[in-house]
């Protein structure tokens, strides 16, 4: 298993600090890499990203959202950002991928993702087990996630 980057970070909402893979070991963690202005992320990514915060004890599973912004960026500014999850009553942690020397974000392009909505799925040693990119199967990443709490 691939050991998963570090996440590189500009800001976060919805938390009282900085959170990083390392302070997460010992728990399933889930990150959600959305853009705001991608459908695929309003109506599929984001919306399974909150069914799976309500479905597993937050003690052993942490959602993330990480906003990666590629394209658009001048309509994404972390004041939208705010309004944005406040609407759409976002209330895990969600940080704002660092901005790259290209139009890719830093964590975007350690995580080689192709675009948004993607998911990533980290065991409880901070290996990545799983990337899926576009719309998921709920039966399918639930059932990862309770293997990856199993083990």
Same mark, same amino acid.
């Given at each position: 298993? %691939?050991? /998963?980057?570090? *996440? ?6 919805? $938390?009282? #600090?900085?959170?990083?893979? /390392?302070?997460?070991?010992? =728990? ?7 853009? %705001? ?7 599929? &990514?984001?919306?399974? /990203? =909150? =069914?799976?915060?309500? /479905?597993?004890?937050?003690? =052993?599973?942490?959602? +993330?959202? +990480? ?9 994404? !500014? ?6 944005? *999850? ?11 991928? #660092? $901005?790259?020397?290209?139009? !890719?974000?830093?964590? %975007? ?10 998911? +990533? *799925?980290?065991?409880?040693? &901070?290996? *990545? ?17 309770? !293997? +990856?709490?199993?083990?």
């Amino acid at each position: 298993n %691939m050991n /998963a980057p570090e *996440l590189q970070v500009s800001q976060w909402f919805n $938390a009282d #600090a900085d959170v990083t893979l /390392a302070d997460l070991r010992g =728990k399933v963690v889930v990150i959600e890499a959305f853009q %705001m202005l991608c459908p695929g992320c309003v109506m599929h &990514g984001l919306p399974l /990203a =909150k =069914k799976i915060q309500r /479905a597993f004890p937050q003690d =052993k599973v942490v959602v +993330l959202g +990480l906003h990666s912004v590629f394209e658009h960026h001048d309509a994404m !500014t972390p004041v939208s950002l705010a309004a944005f *999850l406040h609407e759409y009553r976002i209330t895990f942690p969600v940080g704002v991928d #660092a $901005a790259g020397t290209g139009s !890719t974000p830093k964590t %975007m392009a350690s995580y080689q993702l192709r675009g948004t909505p993607s998911l +990533l *799925l980290i065991d409880k040693q &901070g290996g *990545l087990r799983a990337h899926h990119f576009g719309e998921v199967s709920e039966l399918l990443l639930g059932a990862e996630i309770a !293997t +990856l709490m199993a083990e």
